[in-house]
């Protein structure tokens, strides 16, 4: 059983550029949430995804977005970067309400 | 609105010794509740979680969390720790109608030697 993958481990971006995220989901999984945890801080709930369409949302602002595929990976989005935007990208997969497993993050710095 | 809070950033403790890693958590409905570590440059693993039943929920890693309704804390505790315990661990709930998981700030344990 293959877990949950996250590309790239890690990038640099300058601010006001766009980055995608990718997430491939657990075998047999066809939720995908993203979470954004911060240096020092606990992950924060982005959005997640439930066979293709956006199930939930955080207090995210729209520039963060995101899509499902028919396979269940996911990207995430994110438009006009920001410094703040530094920080360790999540991806978890689950079977519906079932219980999430997490990538290993992709870390992302913008300079 | 739910939330939840780990009472300290940083526990240090000598190997071999207890440890308790405090969590307490506000919510209005019924919840579950989970703890999760995060070892240096990793995921999220989950230790252990309380869905219902037993007050007392044992995980990986020979830990083990008592769920308190009255005083809404879900405390982890291990009766003797290992250096491998080193890590970030984070306390969580989610609302049962819900999916989204709110994390707390999270505790790093420091293993002594």
């Known amino acids: 059983e293959t877990g949950v993958t996250q590309s790239p481990t890690h990038l640099i971006k300058t601010r006001g550029q766009q980055v995608t995220l990718r997430c491939s989901s657990q075998s047999g999984h066809n939720t995908v949430s993203w979470y954004q945890q911060a240096l020092g801080q606990g992950p924060q709930f982005i959005f997640q995804?439930?066979?293709?369409?956006?199930?939930g949302r955080g207090n995210f602002p729209p520039r963060f977005s995101g899509l499902q595929f028919p396979n269940y990976s996911s990207e995430l989005n994110v438009n006009a970067l920001e410094l703040d935007d530094s920080a360790l990208y999540l991806c978890?997969?689950?079977?519906?309400?079932?219980?999430?497993?997490f990538g290993p993050g992709t870390r992302l710095t913008v300079t | 609105a739910q939330s939840v809070t780990q009472l300290d950033s940083q526990v240090p403790v000598f190997e071999e010794a207890p440890v308790e890693l405090r969590c307490n958590y506000s919510s209005s409905v019924s919840v579950y509740l989970f703890w999760y570590v995060q070892y240096p440059n990793q995921g999220l693993q989950l230790l252990l979680k309380y869905l219902s039943g037993s007050t007392l929920v044992k995980g990986i890693n020979g830990f083990e969390a008592e769920f308190n309704k009255s005083q809404t804390s879900f405390h982890l505790r291990k009766p003797s720790v290992h250096i491998s315990d080193t890590a970030e661990y984070f306390c969580?709930?989610?609302?049962?109608?819900?999916?989204?998981?709110?994390f707390g700030k999270g505790t790093r344990l420091h293993i002594l030697p």
């Open positions: 978890a997969s689950s079977l519906a309400n079932d219980e999430q497993y």
């Open positions: 969580a709930v989610r609302d049962r109608l819900d999916d989204k998981i709110i």
């Open positions: 995804y439930y066979r293709e369409e956006e199930n």
